[in-house]
């Protein structure tokens, strides 16, 4: 597993115990080397205060509380070390250091060119981490030169603008990571893993490309163990899409950046992105592509993904659909890494391997609803032991899950749905398919089940605050997908702030629609993470009119009135057929609500409780299955 930002630190940036059971997890779940990190080396160079500061000897015991654990299955763990250099937003007190002041385009900020002295500080600040991690009982350090942070910056002319040794001709750009290697070398001696992970191809203009990679891959693979091999650089709001990959991105996008400087090297290579599958893994390792693979989000998805395959129980690996949701989105909101629909990962010593208890005695449970939190509960409770019966009123289960995976890109959202439909027929399930369950029905069920789980879910809803519009003309997301209710000129309204309406943008416009975009905030989609926006507006920017600022103030006769929300002017769009909104929904609880207090074994879980989405209704299911008997 690579590096990636995970949170779970106390204030002081230390790893807290939170951390030592997502890792240990991971190499209990079968994993053969986890990476630490990053870890900041400086306060200057640490990218948030969500990463590992590796800064002094406090660091040392928790190290060692890491490496013990992960030891005990047999698993390597290595800390991955960086300086971000000029790529850094703005902070207070916060100053921000670079080869040459060259800002960076994802960033908001202008770097100071660092001086010789301060060059060399840093060398000993990189050779200091790695002393701490070799003291903290790690088995070696992995040097970050990729995504466009300090060193990568070193190395391209484009970032490096210095005229004396550190800059200028390629072996004067090399310098600097040359002088780090041999310092840490000289200070952990060679018993101690060093490795780097260095970026195969910029995809910028200007920057490193893989003819330059694979010259710095020759010139240092004798002072190092391993290279461990990336793409992209976050320098550029495209390249960290590129990099931290969604669905519109192919499958294993830097493999051939590896294929081709393992041909030129002799030690060891590691290809990483977008390697989701087991398969995708196996194909590297025998086309000689790699000798190593990293799968970052296929462990954040599931810990025991290696144990599962050794176990010949690959379909019971629970699947990183790649929707950024839990794992990169987190991180851009500062949160602790989660996944979408695995409710153990971040909660390891409460919901992770050996946690869950049988029960003593099996009882009978009816789940009403097949959406993500009815099928969850099913899964849990059946998996403890229960006799579970679920009814389900469409004939397909998965609930939101079904709409969401019809749009572009978002397919993977029928993986959640076949993996749990696959573990609730393992577990012997009984699914009621068409059955749309009523008050009576529970009171007369009521007698034959020992608890009655309501999961509902919950419906499309567009707010009663927009007056003076046509209500035939309305349409909720799922109306979006029906060519024959969908007209030529669509206006879109996101007042949900986060994807569905670029998702619903897009898929009108594979269509032919011509779409209007309209937000109250700044800009479309303000509350998604930037991988999904970069994502979505590199492909929409030229096909879809975004007026943001504004709401709909009326809509009559085909012509939209928006108000602006900072001065209050209206403007006209015409001519429009529809309005598609966007926006949230509103729980289904009447059926719980009709019963509630009548009947003293009823619950209720997920959307039709509190509708926040997929990653909050499977971990109250999970939670509920836990607890219920």
Known sequence: MAAHSYGYIDENGLPTDSLVDYVAERAKGGAGL???GASGISHEGALNERMILNLDERIIPRYQKISDEVHKYGCLVFDQIMHAGGQLEPREGKRIVAPSAIPH???NSFPVELTVDEINKTINDFVQAARRAQLGGLDGIELKCDQGYLIQQFLTPYYNRRDDEYG???????????ETLDAIRRSVGDGFVVGIRIT?????VGEMNLDDAIRVCSDIENRIDYIHVNGATNSTYLGYQISHGDSSIAAMNFAHLARAIKKKVKIPVIAASMILHPYEAEQLIESGSADLVAMTRAH????EIVNKVTEDRVEDIRPCIICNQGCVGNHWNFSDVRCIHNAATGRERELGIGTLVKSLVSKRVMVVGGGPAGLEVARVLSARGHEVELFERNREIGGQLILAAQFPYRQGFRDIIHYLETQIRKQKVVVHRGVRVTPDDLIDANGDFDAIVIATGAELSI?????NVDADACLTISDAIKDDKVG????????DWRRHALSVAESLIQRQRKVTMVSSDFYVSAGADIISRVSYYSRLQNKVTFIPLSVVHAFKEKTVYLRNVLDNSI????PIDQIIFATGVKPNNELYNSLKGKLSNLFQVGDCVDPLGVPEAVLAANRLARRIF
């Open 488 to 495: 030529g000129n669509i206006l879109i309204v996101d007042a």
């Open 34 to 36: 986890v990476v630490l």
């Open 200 to 204: 195969g191809d910029s995809m910028a």
């Open 105 to 107: 385009e994802a960033y």
């Open 300 to 303: 954040i998805a599931d810990a």
């Open 463 to 467: 707010p009663p605050i927009y007056e």
């Open 571 to 574: 403007r006209t769009v015409k």
């Open 168 to 178: 200028g001709s390629y072996e004067n750009r090399l310098r600097f990571l040359v």
